[in-house]
């Protein structure tokens, strides 16, 4: 059973940082390509990065400069920074991983920007 497990999501001040980081568990295929999705309230669901096996990245446009994806594929890990944190930023986000045809959903970590 393939699991994603985020981690570090909170509440952070408008301008700020927070990393937030996706493991994979049970199983050996490196999950690709992995990423993170976020919904607020009221909205649909929308892209914030994604990164594949070849290290290729895409960026939603509104945190295209302010966010980074990186991956471990030793551990099936990915991290991603955010910085310059905005109100609009504030959602549930959540880490998906595809292997071969499946596609996987973590439980989503909440990111509040607030001050």
């Known amino acids: 059973q393939v699991q994603l497990a985020e981690s570090g999501g909170g509440l952070v001040q408008p301008g700020g940082s927070l990393t937030l980081s996706c493991a994979a568990s049970g199983t050996a295929i490196i999950l690709h390509p992995m990423g993170w999705y976020r919904q607020a309230p009221g909205k649909q669901r929308e892209l914030v990065a994604t990164i594949d096996s070849d290290d290729s990245t895409v960026y939603g446009d509104s945190m295209k400069g302010r966010f980074t994806i990186s991956r471990d594929t030793t551990k099936n890990t990915i991290n991603q920074q955010m910085t310059s944190l905005k109100f609009e930023d504030s959602a549930v986000y959540y880490c998906?991983?595809?292997?071969?045809?499946?596609?996987?959903w973590g439980q989503g970590t909440q990111v509040t920007v607030s001050s």
């Open positions: 998906t991983g595809r292997r071969i045809k499946d596609v996987y």
